[in-house]
């Protein structure tokens, strides 16, 4: 174990806190580490596990595509990058489909869409307005877009002309769009910035001033997409249609994969040469998107995970109303929950880590809980005895 660790530091530019921990191999669930220990896994991966580790269906879609290729150049059309496309499409908004490997390139697509739209109205309607508290991304792109300094003050400068207005304020946004507005750039529900959800007041208020400015919505469902909240976009759950979305983590299965969702207004903008990706939309990635999207577009998925869901809020509220000093809020939707924990959220987490329970803390006082979507209802029980323990010996 040590040695590894060693040799992590030694090779590989160290730009993330690591866990002491080695994992061994994964299934389902759970992590184990070298010694056998057994960890119940409630970030997955940041989001990107949706079905676990080892889905069978997955797996299967992976070792089929390598048994044909591995990867094609963007000059050939390919099966199951078409495949997954289309299933995209017949379950959503979109009419085309653009793939990349991140979200954060998935972003940077959309911001190239975004201002040569606009350019095609006007030559000065290239701004964009977004959120501060938010995160898209570490590409100079995505960190402009995100509205928090940390992630940019020392790399400035950054892109010109993209505005943060303040999340669900209503007057902040109207005296900040205008006619120059290309696109307003927006997360459903702030994932890095607490699991903070959008008003349904300030999703009529976006209609509107979409209308009126003749801007873009583009929503960022990184995060939220993917059946995580309960329906295969969270957007379906706003009444709020999209121009563009961005999505990426649980789409590739485990496998590096992102893509950006256009409408037919929006299809024809972008031409050959204006954007690509050398590997984006990899064949063998595309394949096990395939096989994720099948399982979560059906209607008894999507129910079991809301199921689950209102279970474990449930059980927190539970938790709350014994141990309401610790426990200040609890928000979300579906299997994307946040527990304000206030200056206690690293000590739980750290306390979880040493019970062989893996938690991930945001905003600094939030503990982000991801499940895999797959997640049973004895597992949820384990986790909320386990975070139980903790909270009784705070």
Do not use: W
Not at 207 to 219: M, S, T, V, Y
Not at 297 to 304: A, I, R, Y
């Amino acid at each position: 174990m040590g040695e590894i660790f060693s040799e992590d530091k030694d090779y590989i530019l160290n730009l993330y806190n690591r866990n002491n921990l080695h994992i061994k191999k994964a299934d389902g669930c759970y992590l184990y580490d070298e010694s056998g220990k057994k960890y119940l896994d409630m970030f997955s991966g940041i989001a990107v596990n949706n079905l676990g580790q080892k889905h069978q269906e997955v797996t299967d879609a992976i070792l089929r595509q390598l048994e044909c290729y591995s990867h094609l150049s963007n000059f050939f059309v390919s099966e199951p990058v078409v495949n997954l496309a289309k299933l995209l499409v017949n379950n959503s908004f979109a009419s085309k489909v653009f793939f990349s490997n991140s979200g954060a390139e998935a972003n940077e697509a959309a911001i190239k869409l975004a201002r040569k739209y606009g350019r095609s109205k006007n030559s000065d309607k290239t701004e964009i307005v977004t959120f501060y508290n938010s995160f898209h991304g570490r590409t100079t792109g995505g960190m402009t877009l995100t509205g928090q300094p940390k992630y940019k003050d020392n790399f400035a400068p950054v892109l010109p002309q993209i505005k943060h207005v303040r999340f669900n304020d209503l007057t902040d946004i109207e005296s900040t769009v205008s006619n120059k507005t290309c696109a307003v750039f927006i997360e459903l529900i702030q994932g890095e910035g607490g699991i903070r959800e959008l008003s349904s007041e300030y999703v009529r208020k976006l209609k509107n001033l979409a209308e009126k400015h003749d801007f873009l919505i583009i929503i960022d469902e990184i995060q939220t997409g993917l059946c995580r909240t309960g329906e295969i976009f969270a957007h379906q759950e706003f009444n709020l249609t999209p121009d563009v979305v961005t999505i990426a983590k649980a789409l590739g299965g485990g496998l590096p994969l992102g893509a950006m969702l256009v409408n037919e207004k929006l299809e024809n903008v972008l031409v050959p040469g204006d954007h690509g990706s050398t590997f984006g939309g990899n064949p063998v990635a595309c394949a096990a998107g395939e096989a994720v999207l099948q399982v979560i577009s059906e209607q008894g998925f999507k129910n079991e995970v809301k199921t689950k869901g209102r279970y474990l809020v449930e059980k927190l509220n539970g938790l709350k109303e014994k141990y309401p000093n610790v426990i200040l809020d609890i928000r979300g939707k579906g299997l994307m929950i946040g527990l304000d924990v206030g200056e206690q959220a690293n000590i739980i987490k750290q306390k979880a880590f040493s019970k062989g329970l893996l938690l991930n803390v945001t905003s600094g006082s939030v503990v982000r809980l991801l499940p895999p979507l797959i997640i049973s209802f004895n597992q949820i029980d384990e986790f909320t005895d386990k975070l139980e323990f903790i909270l009784e010996e705070l």
